[in-house]
């Protein structure tokens, strides 16, 4: 009976084993699902021709959703209203419905790009076509090419590309003005494009990188390129487009009176000989001075003595042009004069310390400034002043591995208002050469002379660069430790910078290329490169 009685809890143990082995729970495991939908049909089909309907279904196997539908849908030809695109939630099914008439004998195309993809694991089915025609055939001609930013080594962002057709009201300006006859864009991150379902005739190619996505050249914000040639379709030439951004068109912002006697002038485009002359009654003894910005377009101009005008009438000459800007005048405070090192830290023993001021600086005294390094030495000290842009280069003698305490005194500036500086004290140091590369660059096969060498960091910010008129070696030293691209640009015009191009007057950027590799400089290293030109 004892042995009997033993074996009950055994036997429910066992029991309860079993109902927690029955307890639910999440499946796992099994293979993730990455198969992207499939198409079961279309209503009307697929490529069909003679098309005159005003809606359009399209039925999918599992349930779709559309993803990023604005940014990744191309239509071409574009609709002056883009038809509705439904449902953008969960459905078997999508459906395109017209608020615009179709055009006679025309081949439409609706790429999707990658934005319909299903609704647990978002694959998608990428670069589905709808192709109809309101004609008796599907146009079938295409062109090919690729995409280029014209001074960088990458493109910054996608690209579309486009078919204006050439006819009788075809003008330069359409490109501001209307949506082309047929786009695409550059497939992820290639260069490569392709414009298919074309029919034959006469064609301006023009790519742009566009901020908002209407099909329109925006010289504000917008990259352009351009074929130099009109393209008669059918061709087997691919071609290859350059982007730029063009120099904006001169003209004036309305000056902002700033302080109790300052007032900025904005501008934009080339204002190297922008002048401005006060047209308003004065008194006697009303004196002026102006400088350029330093980091913007923009134009400082300071007056003395006060004045308790409303407003102040300005003529500004820049070459042929002349404008007349009025400046409303407010109670503001007054600036009184501030100095500052715009690089301190650290520098090189090719660098220069400049100093740069609120208000414009008339008079430097040498005398008030002292230099001493590490030592406890003194340093002797020049200076010279670039009116134009209101700064002051400090210049002394540097070593390597040096510290130095740089003082200026008050008196050392004076400005327009003979108003003169704090005490402010900055320091320097130089590291040692050790803690530099070098690199030495030979071109091989140059014959377009002049060249402006450029070494550039990943972000394509210029460190350094050289200018060369001949046949010589190309030298960069103090170079922190880093990886750099070279850039090597052709100065056609010989005017020692890079000219970007501009679409109306049909002129193309100044061409540009780079070493094929990106170049690690260490510390301590010296690189010695060639560069073979075609």
């Known amino acids: 009976m004892k042995h009997r009685l033993l074996y009950i809890p055994i036997a429910f143990l066992f029991i309860l084993s079993f109902t927690d082995c029955a307890k639910r729970g999440r499946p796992t495991g099994g293979l993730k699902d990455s198969i992207p939908p499939v198409i079961i049909k279309s209503s009307p089909e697929n490529y069909s021709i003679h098309f005159n309907e005003n809606e359009i279904k399209i039925y999918f196997d599992e349930y779709v959703k559309l993803k990023d539908l604005n940014k990744e849908l191309i239509i071409s030809p574009p609709f002056k209203n883009q038809p509705n695109i439904t449902p953008l939630s969960t459905s078997k099914f999508i459906k395109i419905k017209f608020t615009d008439t179709l055009k006679e004998n025309t081949t439409y195309s609706f790429n999707f790009g990658k934005s319909i993809v299903d609704n647990n ?15 008796s055939f599907i146009d079938s001609l295409s062109l090919r090419g690729n995409i280029n930013d ?43 494009f392709e414009l298919s379902n074309l029919k034959k005739g006469d064609y301006l190619l023009v790519a742009l990188e566009e901020n908002n996505n209407d099909y329109m050249f925006q010289p504000q914000n917008d990259k352009i390129g351009f074929a130099n040639t009109i393209i008669t379709i059918p061709t087997d030439s691919a071609y290859t487009i350059n982007l730029f951004k063009e120099t904006p068109e001169y003209s004036l912002t309305k000056p902002k009176h700033e302080s109790k006697n300052h007032i900025i002038f904005g501008y934009q485009g080339d204002a190297k000989n922008l002048e401005l002359e006060l047209a308003s009654e004065v008194s006697k003894d009303f004196e ?19 004045i308790e005008n409303d407003s102040l009438l300005f ?14 005048m407010r109670d503001l405070h007054q600036d009184s004069l501030k100095i500052s090192a715009i690089k301190s830290g650290i520098l090189t023993l090719n660098d220069t310390l400049s100093i740069t001021a609120n208000t414009p600086i008339v008079s430097l005294n040498l005398e008030k400034i002292t230099i001493m390094d590490k030592d ?12 134009e842009y209101n700064t002051t280069d400090i210049i002394f003698s540097m070593t390597e591995g040096q510290n130095y305490t740089i003082q200026f005194l008050p008196g050392a500036f004076t400005d327009f208002y003979e108003n003169t500086n704090d005490t402010l004290v900055t320091r320097v140091r130089t590291k040692a050469l050790s803690d530099y590369g070098t690199l030495a660059l030979t071109l091989s096969n140059a014959k377009d002379f002049p060249y402006i060498i450029q070494l550039v960091t990943e972000r394509f910010k210029v460190i350094s660069e050289e200018y060369l008129s001949t046949d ?32 109306l007057k049909g002129l193309q950027p100044e061409k540009v290329i780079y070493y094929p590799s990106l170049l690690e400089v260490r510390a301590n290293w010296s690189l010695n490169e060639t560069f073979i030109l075609d």
């Open 288 to 306: 002026a001075i102006s400088y350029k910005d330093r980091e913007t377009d923009s134009i400082h101009y300071w007056f003395k003595p006060s």
């Open 315 to 328: 003529y500004a000459k820049n070459g042929l042009w002349l404008d007349t800007l009025n400046t409303r």
């Open 472 to 503: 010589q070696e190309a030298f960069f030293d103090f170079i922190t430790p880093g990886k750099y691209y070279i850039r090597i640009i052709y100065d056609e015009n010989e005017n020692k910078i890079w000219d970007t191009g501009n679409y």
């Open 150 to 192: 014209a001074l960088l080594l990458k493109r910054e962002s996608a690209t579309t590309v486009m078919l204006y057709e050439v006819n009788e009201a075809f003008k330069d300006s359409i490109v501001y003005l209307e949506k082309p006859t047929y786009i695409t864009s550059t497939q992820d991150s290639t260069d490569i």
């Open 376 to 387: 406890s030495l003194d340093i002797t000290v020049n200076g010279i002043m670039d009116k």
């Open 121 to 135: 694991e978002e694959n998608a089915f990428k670069y589905f076509k709808y192709i109809f025609s309101t004609g």
